[in-house]
């Protein structure tokens, strides 16, 4: 794995703002290089300013036509439901963005059995990729070092094989999908966003600790791994002299 690239920002709009300005640059890198550009969108809700940003400062900067949108988790809840990461980003993204839905690949939380729903996901990312190799793949941090919906104590973080799965979380009494480790770490660049002081404890633990939480076991095998963090989130950190 290449190194770990840390960068921490005064407030969470920077963050958003340079996370953004990354986005738009693969992009552009990548729909220069192969035509498309591959992105999975994370959860919760720190992407909302990130998409905002986007929707701000670059709807003209890059051919949204040729971006492909995919999720890197998502709640068992219907599309429409006010807890499901697509619609936070059909609301704040694809909708402002004018993106058609024919780049996005939604995931069928409609299916009564969440493991076929998974499995249906699994089986379009597969049609998708010669190899399944995101340009990027956007993640968030829980305060319990979660990542995508991949949480402490649960099965999906044995999953070798499979590329996504359905994940009971005991702690929400709920199924979740999401991508896997073999999805998450075969990305040409991850890029975590954390920011609150609420997770500054966690991101200490990841990141000076090495402890290994869910979210510090992502280290993509030959792709690049960002952590954008604000001044709060970072704030338990001692950094090394630059
Ligand atoms: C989800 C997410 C999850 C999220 C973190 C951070 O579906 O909840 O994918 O992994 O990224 O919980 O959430 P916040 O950005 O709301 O802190």
Redesign the pocket.
Known sequence: MQQTNIKIFDTKQELADTAAQYVVEMANEYISKHGRFSVAL??????KILYNSLVRNYKDAVEWSKVDFFW????YVPIDHNDS?MKLAIDNLLNPLGISTNSCYFIETSLANPAGAADKYEKGISAYFEKPEFDLIL?????DG????LFPRTKALEEKEKLVIANWVEKFKTW?ITFTYPLLNAAKNVIF????EG?SGVVKEILQEKKPYPAALVKPNSGKLFWLLDKQAASQLELQNE
């Not at 994370?42 to 992407?47: A, D, K, N, V």
């Not at 979660?146 to 919906?149: F, G, K, L, P």
């Open positions: 994370s959860g919760g809700s720190t992407p890197s988790d998502e709640r990461n993640l968030g941090l829980g305060d979660h990542t995508a919906s979740r966003l954390a920011a609150g997770k």
